[in-house]
């Protein structure tokens, strides 16, 4: 698309449209003037050398045809006839001559066409007169009508009105011809009734011949008079007023009212005969005036035009010199405070604007007064209000960028205080949970507090969405990098459908810089919960990683409807360049949020075409993202921060079961075949290891640095619904060994520290951390505290300084012992693979086994009420 002119070039175009319109009409006017000019000049030049000669051979050859109508039938020796056909041979020669001198090119479009029809006709008189001589035309009447036709191609040449359309007395001139044709229809009922004469009868043939010419020669006579001149009028008048004429009408009337069956005609033809030539050679006459006279009006005319066409040429230049000077000069001006509105404008959205927008974005109070001063006044009325407008509309736009600045500056700390609001209540509910946790023995009310317990984590990512519309920062942060594919599980736990996705193991995973956790966490997190909820609720959304050359890249593909090419070049747009929160987009408030923590860290993240016909997220992690060395070492007892993640339906772990000192894994049974609804494809918690020895009614303790066991917890049975599968890991974790407990180093057994229960690290009964993606073995160690210490945290924080785990630890918790760091597990083979799947099932089938004969051994305790402990 071109761009638009200049002002200068539309001002030339308003100064020109005049210029360019008085030209025209100059133009036109000269033009009008020359053109009449050259035909009155063509009209004289032909009616003097073609239509006077045209004119005296239709005279001869009407003569022709009469002596050719009175000449014996088929004899050409006929006196009279022979000298007029010499005379018309001699009319014939000079009209060639005249028309082989006159330019065929002068002359308008139809004249060539008329000449050479002529010419051709003439070419055909020696044949007719052949023809006639022969007695090949036998009847009269034949001889007659091909007279007519050469004759009628004549008149077609004299009556060219188009030549005379310029003339001002067209009319006269249309007069003139109907005159002359008036003579023509004469001649052919002079022809006819000769013809009659001489034979002594009238064949039905002739009569109607004769009716018809006498028809037509009245109608053009009519005509005449109407359209004749003031001189051609006297000479009409003059001949209906005559003998001749009066007694030939009257003739014509009888021979109209003969009856051709009895006798000759009832004229006498020699009265007939002198009344008829007597019209034809007026009639004839008065044309060859009337067309002089044209003539001289033609020749009258073309010099008015010539005096005419050079006085407008003249007038018509100097009015044109005129107004280009006066349009130039009143151009200039007005281009020039047009130029100089321009250039205020220019710096207004150059360079005013956008410091002023720049100043806003970093919160500095504006004057619109001072930011949008008025312009100076112009010189012409008009443009002087197109300022004093221009100058409005510029305050206007200031006072507009500092509304909207000031709205968006309020609605942010709209959403950033409904934030933080939510964010104390969640976090107050989240540890009321945690005690009602703590508190529960029943499989499903713990089932149903773990829900809960989920749904209030993914309110909390919804309010820390606000946080980051508002452009504020969520105030969770961690110090330690922390390993990659704990960050992407923690993601998982916080989307509602976590058992559809499925994470890739990820031994190379590197580690994430704790400033950039919680924000990666909640980024991958809106990717996934966006891809199960455009999915089918039947697909599974897979997340897969990759190192890259420029950092290590997460893929989360799912196998929804996907999006077409220009929506996804659209939403990459806005991934790569944020824009301004714009409230009225509210349906997009996920990609934004993704978008504008992307933009934080700089992330790159791209938007593709699955190969499932799905969507595929791309989220590139650069390098400065990604932490050096494996897992950081950290002090015996010392839990290490994990990333926050929902809390979920954590299986309940069969009590009484002690832990597990080996290094594998430990998998949770397999349900029957057949029984339950089949187990989801990915969790992402630790389950609790199923119980290799039967319970016993004495709980175990588990490993402690520093804590006494806990109460004895009365044993329940296992939940009957499906326990979740953990997805494989990429290495198992040792067990950290712990040094047994002392009477010196903890509380009573009875009093467990804190006054929590000291079954995992905060009470979960799967030993995991509250909100944690997997509970490692030593990460149980002060877990009680640390949950007490949130707990009362988020139940005030009403002017209290927030508490920061492990900052404050006793000499004792600082020990030495340091956590393995993980190694890349070796690539297994297929075999191997197999191997170790038939060696899960056994072990699930062995541990159903196991928890039967528990189940057993409970029941039959069950009938004994003393047997149980008191509560």
């Known amino acids: 698309m071109s761009s638009p002119p200049p002002i200068r070039t539309k001002l030339l175009r308003i100064l020109l449209l005049p210029l360019v319109s008085m030209v025209a009409l100059w133009g036109f006017i000269a033009y009008s003037s020359v053109e009449e000019i050259v035909t009155v000049s063509q009209t004289q030049d032909r009616w003097e050398a073609i239509g006077s000669p045209v004119l005296q051979l239709i005279v001869e050859l009407q003569k022709e045809r009469q002596l050719s109508a009175e000449a014996p039938r088929g004899t050409g020796k006929y006196a009279p006839l022979a000298e007029q056909r010499k005379v018309t041979d001699a009319k014939v020669q000079h009209l060639r001559e005249v028309i082989g001198s006159v330019d065929a090119g002068s002359a308008d479009a139809q004249t060539p066409a008329q000449v050479r029809a002529l010419e051709e006709a003439l070419d055909g008189l020696q044949s007719l007169r052949a023809s006639a001589d022969g007695g090949v035309l036998a009847p009269p009447l034949a001889i007659i009508e091909a007279y007519n036709n050469v004759i009628s191609v004549a008149n077609r040449q004299f009556n060219d009105r188009d030549a005379l359309s310029s003339v001002s007395s067209f009319r006269s001139v249309r007069g003139m011809a109907a005159y002359n044709a008036t003579a023509e229809y004469l001649g052919q009922e002079h022809a006819i009734l000769t013809s009659t004469i001489v034979q002594r009868r009238m064949s039905p043939t002739d009569r109607a011949a004769f009716v ?3 028809t ?5 006579f009519a005509n005449a008079e109407r359209d004749a001149g003031p001189e051609l009028r006297a000479n009409y008048d003059k001949l209906v007023a005559g003998a001749p004429y009066t007694r030939l009408v009257d003739s014509e009337d009888e021979l109209f009212s003969w009856d051709t069956s009895g006798g000759g005609p009832p004229v006498e033809p020699a009265v007939w005969k002198s009344d008829a030539e007597a019209l034809l050679a007026a009639i004839n006459r008065d044309t060859q005036a009337e067309l002089n006279r044209a003539a001289m009006e033609a020749q009258d005319q073309k010099v008015g035009a010539y005096w005419r066409i050079g006085i407008v040429l003249l007038l018509g230049l100097a009015a044109v010199v005129v107004s280009v000077a006066l349009s130039l000069r009143f151009g200039r001006s007005l281009i020039a405070e047009l130029s100089r509105l321009q250039a205020s404008a220019v710096e207004l959205a150059e360079q005013r604007l956008p410091r002023l927008v720049e100043r806003l974005r970093r919160g500095d109070d504006v004057d619109p007064a001072t930011e949008a001063p008025g312009l100076d006044p112009a010189d012409t ?6 300022v004093n407008a221009f100058s409005a509309v510029r305050r206007t736009a200031v006072e507009a960028a500092v509304g909207q600045a000031t709205l968006r500056k309020g609605v942010g700390l709209v959403f950033l205080n409904l934030a933080r609001r939510n964010q104390a209540l969640l976090h107050r509910q989240l540890g009321l949970l945690d005690t009602m946790e703590r508190r529960v023995d029943e499989p499903d009310v713990l089932e149903d507090l773990f829900k809960l317990d989920h749904l209030t984590t993914r309110m909390r990512r919804h309010a820390e969405n606000l946080i980051i519309l508002s452009g504020s920062v969520p105030a969770r942060r961690w110090r330690d990098p922390v390993p990659l594919f704990d960050v992407v599980r923690a993601a998982v736990l916080e989307v ?36 199960t909820a455009y999915s089918p609720p039947d ?5 897969r990683s990759m190192t890259a050359a420029n950092g290590f890249a997460l893929e989360v593909e799912d196998r929804g409807l996907g999006l077409n090419q220009a929506t996804l070049d659209e939403l990459n747009a806005r991934l790569a360049d944020p824009p301004e929160f714009d409230l009225a987009d509210s349906d997009r408030l996920g990609l934004f949020v993704v978008a504008r923590l992307a933009a934080r860290h700089g992330i790159k993240i791209s938007l593709r075409r699955s190969p499932y016909e799905g969507t595929t997220a791309i989220v590139l992690l650069p390098t400065m993202l990604l932490a050096e060395g494996g897992i950081p070492a950290v002090a015996a007892g010392v839990r290490q921060p994990e990333p926050a993640v929902a809390r979920v339906a954590k299986p309940v772990r069969a009590l009484g079961a002690g832990p597990t000192s080996s290094a594998e894994p430990v998998w949770p049974p397999a349900p029957e075949q057949g029984g339950g609804p089949e187990p989801v494809r990915a969790t992402w918690f630790d389950a609790a290891p199923a119980p290799r020895t039967p319970p016993m009614t004495t709980p175990m303790t588990p490993p402690m640095t520093h804590l006494t066991p806990p109460h004895p917890t009365p044993p329940h049975t296992t939940p009957s619904h499906p326990v979740p599968s953990q997805p494989v890991p990429s290495q198992p974790v040792p067990s950290q060994a712990a040094p047994p407990p002392t009477a010196e180093t903890g509380p009573t057994p009875q009093e467990p520290a804190n006054g929590h229960p000291a079954g995992g690290s905060n009470g979960h009964p799967n030993g995991a951390s509250n909100g944690h993606p997997n509970g490692h073995p030593n990460s149980g160690v002060n877990g009680a505290n640390e949950t007490g210490a949130a707990q009362e945290a988020d ?48 072990g699930w089938r062995q541990g159903r086994r196991q928890a039967e004969q528990g189940q057993d051994l409970w029941n039959r305790k069950d009938d004994h009420p003393d047997a149980r402990p008191q509560k």
Do not use: F, K
């Open 795 to 842: 139940d005030d924080l009403d002017g209290l300084p927030m508490r920061v785990p492990q900052t404050n630890l006793a000499p004792q918790l600082r020990a030495d012992s340091r956590r393995p760091e993980r190694r890349s597990a070796p690539a297994r083979s297929p075999e191997e693979l197999a191997q170790l799947m038939s060696s899960m099932q056994n």
């Open 381 to 386: 009325a008009e443009v002087n209000r197109v």
């Open 212 to 214: 018809a010419a006498m």
């Open 496 to 531: 509602e459908d976590y058992t559809r996705v499925t994470v890739v193991p990820m031994p190379d995973a590197p580690l994430l810089v704790g400033a950039a956790v919680t924000d990666v966490i909640h980024l991958v997190a809106e990717l996934v919960e966006n891809a």
């Open 539 to 543: 697909t599974t959304v897979h997340v």
């Open 216 to 220: 037509n020669r009245r109608i053009v």
